[in-house]
């Protein structure tokens, strides 16, 4: 697809962008009513229309109750659903708000519900208007953040959540591409102007963007080191599945293992128990990476933290550095949720005993 900035979108774009769906029965579209959602909505109706056969389309707009404006800009999606002859919800986020991590909060709530809103629609996956101006910006609050590998991947073109799938179509296209795309068609669209509140974390890196572009980190080469990042990140993935395997097909085949018998648990670390010299002697991502999946898979209160399982990791490796003779090697520490322990030469994830709750 060409790539101008200053190039409308096309239906034989848009072919291109949506192409990964069509054989999909039914596709939820969130749409707030701003340039980016509008763009969505329209193109992808313009796409729909020159296929044969097609997906279900059906535009949902959430409503966090935090704008007045909120409800007027609602019914102009709903009005230009109607004429592209497409389904609209409205949905509403009720309840008290948050002061602090407001933003959060708005996004987890509006994710919630457009997945309620896609599995009671039939559709397989939440299509999001997120830009490559969008990528950047995440890449640069996640790196702020001081995330990992896999968190300055940044947004993938199609992940799960909730149990349905979230798409994200114009991942490699720039906002103003959207925008010249609407004004050509003559469509109208919304300003929130909470785009541009410094109160906020993500319109404050938006100021900055100028400035950086002048210094060669425009969204196109940020997007582009997201891009590279997810490529490493997915390779380490496949090294971390194979250290998996191993260290549990190395205690299936040990002599007198009790966890011979275990044959259906052998290919993961389902087994809850590893030797810790095999564990040791691999690289220190994969270690992290092995470690956070035991926690997380049997921990039960959400996902660990990567600092705080690089201090656990760390940890351990003291722990598994004294010398049998002088020092004890036993090492016992709960993370998410997950009691985490070494001694006797292995190291066990399990779920931690529930916290006891403060009595008045």
């Known amino acids: 697809m060409p790539d101008d900035d200053n190039d409308p979108i096309s239906v034989r774009d848009a072919k291109l962008l949506f192409a990964d769906w069509k054989t999909a029965p039914a596709l939820l579209l969130a749409v707030s009513g701003g340039p980016d959602s509008i763009a969505l909505m329209w193109l992808a109706a313009r796409w729909r229309r020159a296929l044969t056969r097609g997906p279900r389309l059906v535009a949902v707009t959430v409503d966090h109750g935090l704008r007045a404006e909120a409800a007027a800009e609602a019914r102009e999606v709903k009005r230009l659903a109607r004429t592209l002859e497409m389904e ?51 890449l640069l609050m996640r790196l702020l953040r001081g995330s990992g590998i896999a968190g300055l991947s940044a947004m993938a073109r199609q992940s799960e959540r909730d149990g349905v799938w979230l798409a994200r179509p114009f991942l490699d296209v720039s906002k103003s591409r959207l925008i010249v795309t609407l004004e050509k068609a003559k469509v109208g669209f919304a300003d929130d102007p909470t785009n541009r509140d410094p109160h ?161």
């Open 200 to 360: 906020f974390t993500r319109p404050r890196l938006r100021a900055l963007m100028p400035a950086l572009a002048a210094e060669g980190g425009d969204p196109r080469n940020l997007a582009r080191l997201a891009a590279r990042l997810a490529r490493a990140n997915a390779a380490v993935e496949v090294l971390t599945d194979g250290a998996e395997r191993y260290l549990a097909l190395r205690d299936r085949d040990a002599p007198g293992s009790p966890f011979a018998a275990e044959s259906s648990e052998a290919e993961s670390l389902d087994v809850r128990s590893f030797d810790a010299k095999a564990f040791a002697a691999m690289p220190e991502e994969i270690r992290l990476r092995l470690l956070k999946r035991a926690i997380d898979r049997f921990g039960h209160e959400g996902p660990a933290e990567l600092g705080k399982v690089e201090a656990l990791l760390a940890a351990l490796d003291r722990a598994m550095a004294e010398r049998p003779g002088l020092g004890r090697q036993r090492l016992k520490q709960t993370l998410a949720g997950a009691l985490v322990g070494l001694t006797g030469g292995r190291i066990r994830v399990e779920p931690a005993p529930a916290r006891r709750r403060r009595t008045e």
């Open 88 to 138: 609209h919800r409205t949905l509403h986020w009720s309840g008290p708000k948050p002061v602090a991590g407001l933003p959060a909060a708005a996004r987890s709530a509006r994710y919630r519900l457009l997945a309620k809103a896609a599995r009671q629609s039939g559709a397989t996956h939440i299509l999001t208007a997120h830009t490559r101006d969008d990528q950047a910006e995440t």
